[in-house]
């Protein structure tokens, strides 16, 4: 279990444990601890002081106004300007050499990126001294072993960036697979920023069947009355080729 608390001005107080009670609630448990990322912050910054060094990243002070004059693709403007360390800066990793990374997912449509081309040098700290989630899934999924990476569509686009850093940090690549995720009427996706409800723990089944129905799972039986066996129903009879695909990719955004 991992919680990716990396950005602190944006949370809401209590939110990261209510997410686990939630998950305990509806029957799903982890092993070993929690990792938290927030107390990461030595590992993330031993990374990139060795990217620092090996001049494979520099500091940046570029504005979202001139990036968006670039095309919003950051064509290394920064990178020879040895701006000194006290400044408030990002940093930024160095993109070249052979950047088409192709992901095979598990169910969307292959997706080929030119990180270069269509992304530049890519924020691994920002401005603010927030750790980028760029950055920090990499070095965690490796630190915890991953190799099987099942997220929502919305993250797909940022993949290659995740497989280029992998790629430069000697990491393996796991492999990934892009489920839909649930959106309003609006097709935005529910979350806090679209002010969607909390879900009602005391309301556990229910939950767990619309969610198998909306990834296009059997039903189970009506006398799977108890968390533990509608969540083995669920296990046994999972179909991965039964969940929705989603339509198109969105475009490779900046931060």
């Known amino acids: 279990m991992r919680m990716e608390d990396l ?3 944006r949370e809401q107080a209590g939110a990261a444990e209510s997410l686990l009670h939630s998950l305990r609630a509806h029957g799903l448990e982890w092993d ?8 990461r912050h030595e590992a993330y910054d031993e990374v990139l002081q060795e990217l620092l060094e090996q001049g494979l990243a520099f500091r940046c002070d570029c504005s979202r106004a001139q990036l968006r004059e670039q095309g919003n693709v950051y064509r290394g403007h920064c990178r020879k300007r040895q701006l000194p ?12 050499g052979d950047t088409a990374i192709t992901i095979d997912d598990s169910l969307q449509e292959p997706l080929r990126q030119d990180v270069a081309a269509e992304v530049g040098d890519f924020i691994i700290k920002r401005r603010d001294g927030l750790h980028a989630y760029q950055l920090a899934v990499v070095i965690d999924d490796a630190f915890q072993g991953i190799n099987q990476v099942l997220r929502g569509s919305d993250l797909y686009d940022s ?4 497989v280029y850093l992998q790629r430069l940090l000697g990491l393996a690549t796991p492999r990934y697979t892009h489920i839909p995720v ?6 935005q996706k529910l979350s806090k920023q679209t002010h969607a409800p909390a879900l009602r723990d005391e309301d556990a089944m229910d ?11 059997a039903a189970p039986p009506p006398d799977c009355r108890q968390l533990d066996s509608l969540l083995q129903f669920a296990v046994d009879n999972w179909q991965l080729a039964q969940v929705p695909g989603c339509e198109g990719i969105p475009e490779a955004t900046l931060y």
């Open 7 to 9: 950005d602190p001005p």
């Open 32 to 39: 070993g601890d929690v990792l938290w990322q927030s107390q």
């Open 85 to 96: 360390a006290d400044q408030p800066c990002a940093l930024r990793v160095i993109v070249e």
């Open 159 to 162: 993949t290659p960036r995740q």
């Open 182 to 187: 649930i959106t309003n009427s609006e097709g």
């Open 207 to 217: 939950n767990l069947r619309l969610a198998l129905r909306f990834l296009g799972q």
